[in-house]
């Protein structure tokens, strides 16, 4: 009996008035797999995240998680069966504090989220968890800090925190270092090494460090096809890629 | 774990260094509401008669901020659902006229949920000027058909002499005179639940949380889990119930409905009284309310263009305080005690 895959997607296409941005992509990931999912800007690698997480319906094609065609489910129904997301341009709740942020990922993830009363019993063990959600990413201290005024790469950090803390099945990531120093870069490839246990992995990223370091496979888009697939080693042999994608990042 | 951290640690904690925010912020709530309750005792009849009105304003004016403060969404036709309940309260009455008060409440308050939910779905699909604009047309709507469907609303007239005689626990108590404190009681043993009731919701449960979370960052919130249209549905079902339990209780007090509670300008006069009193406290809008009906008590006995003055002042305060004059309160009330601190270091 051969597993299913966690994410398979079948034949995705998708245009918008300006013309074709996804055409017949197929990708397939196995439980526990990281992928690195790279490409140049404007490829529709955000588009492909955004039909995989719920934000896009696409034109043709299916997508499916666990087995389980998703491809019509709205995001917050994608997001309870274990698909979890991080944004290119960073989407948090701003004039919250960190504590507030992680408490809305947690009480969701913990189905407390509508509760109509004070449960302090069942409420308790979410702060607890919320402390512990913020130290992972050293957030421990700035606990009770507006998100909004926080440096930025601390706000990239609480962005993969409130994904981390729900404890999804598929950790889809976009970028998660854009913007990032070369410091924070390194930091946040511990996190991830340390922190992503069996969960399975697709990762958006230019900067190529990270890439190589977190995946298994790597798939190349350009201008919305797949170029390319394989190991690290064999992408970063494969003449077509090195022309379009790592010829382009030397330059 | 203590208790005491146990009873700090809930959802709509703001973290330890704002819960002495949320501590003056419940010492203020039941302040106010004590003055409410107590203020028969000391004040004139006509006074308690306006009081009466005010209250009902004021919880009027706390459903509305419920959408405008915690969903972040400006209703321009609240008064369809005030109105909605005052005119079915009358029927209900016309029909059973000797329905219990609780029941009688109870079924117009359900009827305004249930009309709640079904332009809710409708509403909330938008938001901003859309949101705005679609409620506008619902009041018109709500409007027109209290004033031409005559067989019914009874049009311009309106309808009048309707009193619940059944008050079942309270044999001794009658409604028989709108205005005198024993009214104004029984409309706060009503409205003060009700309103405590949401302001516990909205600010101590997470579901409060839920709702501002979506608020906040629909986007977010939506990828995180929550099913956002469902929460400013049943956000905008809870503000219809409330504008209900209003419409409801000013029926009782005024012992008539008229096509004046479901005028749009009474949707407009609301959004004022909301930020006259200041949106960004729950009971900023009660405040509001009580200041609205003694303002425009005083200046429409001094001169019939009382509404001017009373469009200059809200002008004033938009400019000078856009928090409200609960915000300008706070604000002063926050100053006196950091010149305190600094007295004591
Ligand atoms: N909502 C949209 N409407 C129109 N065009 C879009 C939209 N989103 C993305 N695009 C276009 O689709 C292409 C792919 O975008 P995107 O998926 O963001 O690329 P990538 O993430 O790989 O840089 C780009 O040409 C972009 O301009
Ligand atoms: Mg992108």
């Known amino acids: 009996m051969s597993e299913l895959p966690t994410l398979h997607l079948s ?97 969701r993830h913990r189905g407390l989220h509508v509760l109509p009363w004070r449960a302090a019993a069942r409420l308790a063990p979410i702060e607890d968890e919320v402390a512990q959600a913020a130290e992972l990413v050293g957030l421990g ?46 930091d946040l490839i511990d996190l991830l090494q340390t922190r992503l246990g069996d969960r399975t992995l697709l990762l958006v990223e230019h900067d190529m460090d990270v890439v190589y370091s977190l995946s298994d496979r790597i798939t190349v888009l350009d201008y919305g096809r797949v170029l390319a697939e394989g190991s690290p080693a064999e992408i970063s042999a494969n003449s077509d890629v090195r022309r379009v994608y790592l010829g382009e990042d030397a330059a | ?62 459903s509305f901020n419920l959408l405008f403060k915690y969903s972040g969404l400006l209703s321009f036709g609240h008064a369809a659902f005030f109105g909605f309940a005052a005119y079915a309260e009358a029927l209900l009455l016309q029909s059973w006229p000797g329905l219990p008060l609780p029941l009688l409440v109870v079924g117009t308050v359900l009827s305004t949920a249930i009309l709640g939910l079904l332009l809710g779905q409708v509403c909330v699909r938008r938001s901003g000027a859309y949101f705005s604009m679609t409620t506008l047309t619902i009041g018109a709507f709500f409007y027109a058909v209290a004033f031409k469907w005559q067989g019914v609303t009874g049009g311009t007239d309106g309808l009048d002499s309707f009193m619940p005689q059944n008050l079942l626990l309270l044999p001794r108590w009658s409604l028989d005179n709108p205005g005198t ?80 509670s479901v005028d749009l300008s009474f949707s407009t006069t609301v959004i004022i009284v909301a930020l006259l009193g200041g949106s960004g406290w729950f009971w900023g809008p009660m405040v509001g309310a009580v200041i609205y009906i003694a303002v425009s008590d005083r200046l429409s006995a001094l001169t019939p263009h009382w509404q001017i003055f009373l469009g200059l002042a809200f002008v004033g305060i938009v400019l000078f305080a856009p928090r409200g004059l609960a915000g300008l309160v706070q604000s002063i009330w926050q100053r006196v005690l950091t010149r305190r601190g600094r007295q004591n270091v």
Request: proline share 4%; charged share 15%.
């Open chain 1, 11 to 107: 034949r995705i296409a998708k245009s918008f008035g300006s013309g074709p941005v996804l055409q017949d992509v197929n990708l397939s990931l196995q439980s526990g797999e990281r992928r690195g999912l790279i490409g140049p800007n404007g490829a529709g690698k955000t588009t492909l995240i955004n039909i995989i997480t719920g934000g896009l319906a696409p034109d043709s094609g299916d997508v499916f998680f666990q087995g389980q065609r998703i491809t019509g489910l709205s995001p917050y129904r994608r997001n309870r069966i274990g698909i979890g997301r991080s944004f290119q341009i960073l989407s948090l709740f701003g004039e919250m504090t960190v504590r507030e942020n992680l408490r809305n990922a947690l009480l």
């Open chain 1, 141 to 186: 201290d700035v606990l009770k800090a507006r998100v909004d005024t926080l440096p930025y790469g601390m706000q990239r950090r609480l962005d993969i925190a409130l994904v981390l803390a729900q404890e999804p099945a598929l950790v889809v990531l976009d970028e998660p270092a854009a913007g990032l120093s070369g410091a924070e870069t390194r």
């Open chain 2, 1 to 62: 774990m203590s208790q005491t951290l146990l009873a700090r640690t809930t959802a709509a904690d703001r973290g330890p260094r704002l819960s002495s925010a949320k501590r003056a912020e419940t010492a203020a709530t039941v302040l106010l509401l004590a003055l409410l309750i107590v203020a028969p005792t000391f004040v004139s009849r006509s006074t308690v008669n306006d009081l009466g009105q005010a209250v009902c304003l004021g919880l009027f004016a706390i």
């Open chain 2, 181 to 260: 404190a024993q009214t104004y009681w029984l409309i706060l043993a009503i409205l003060i639940p009700a309103a405590l009731a949401a302001w516990a919701l909205l600010e101590w449960t997470p579901w409060g949380n839920a709702v501002v979370a979506v608020r906040s960052n629909e986007k977010r919130a939506a990828f995180l889990g929550y099913d956002t249209h469902g929460v400013k549905l049943a956000n905008f079902v809870l503000s219809a119930a409330l504008a209900g339990v209003a419409g409801a209780l000013w029926a009782i007090d005024n012992g008539f409905v008229s096509t004046d």
